[in-house]
């Protein structure tokens, strides 16, 4: 576990180097310093590809355009893993970065396109199927992912 703490200290380090090792490792203070725009990445010194600097331009549109249909946050944490290779592709911003497809209005017409408030007995808890049930303890993330069924909360 030491070591997993180290390697994240250090990849946080860099974006923030003049706080201490232990506020870097805080969930509290990750949450505190969540970027929740995609204009604060823009200038980000890893995200200058060409590629990259599109795809945050029409995700910027796109908040304007959509009124804020899905959030969008990363910790510093989270921003420390971004490494676009030489094409700008990266595994971890795409998990964060809305695919052009995505950005479409008309997808997002329904309010509930996995019907889970017709499958929600009591708030907070959706049961679809027999065997199984999702129980939602917050709406609340530190990274909204891309593919996460709760950007529409």
């Not at 490792?25 to 990259?52: G, K, V, Y």
């Not at 549109?61 to 804020?68: I, V, W």
């Not at 889970?116 to 530190?142: I, N, Q």
Request: charge should be positive; charged fraction near 25%; include cysteine.
């Amino acid at each position: 576990m030491a070591g997993r703490f180290l390697i994240m200290v250090r990849a946080v380090k860099h974006l923030f180097p003049t706080k201490a090792d232990e506020i870097h490792a805080d969930w509290q203070w990750q949450l505190r310093h969540q970027i929740r725009e995609t204009s604060s990445l823009l200038e980000h010194p890893r995200l200058q590809h060409a590629r990259i600097q599109q795809r945050l331009r029409l995700a910027l549109e796109a908040d304007r355009s959509l009124a804020r249909s899905f959030r969008f946050a990363l910790t510093p944490y989270y921003l420390s893993l971004i490494n676009p290779d030489e094409n700008g592709h990266c595994p971890v911003l795409e998990q964060i970065l809305p695919a052009p497809d995505e950005l479409d209005a008309s997808i997002y017409a329904d309010p509930d396109p996995l019907a889970e408030e017709r499958h929600m007995p009591v708030r907070g808890l959706t049961h679809r199927y027999p065997d199984r049930v999702l129980w939602y303890t917050s709406h609340h993330c530190a990274v909204y992912c891309r593919f996460c069924l709760r950007k529409r909360k």
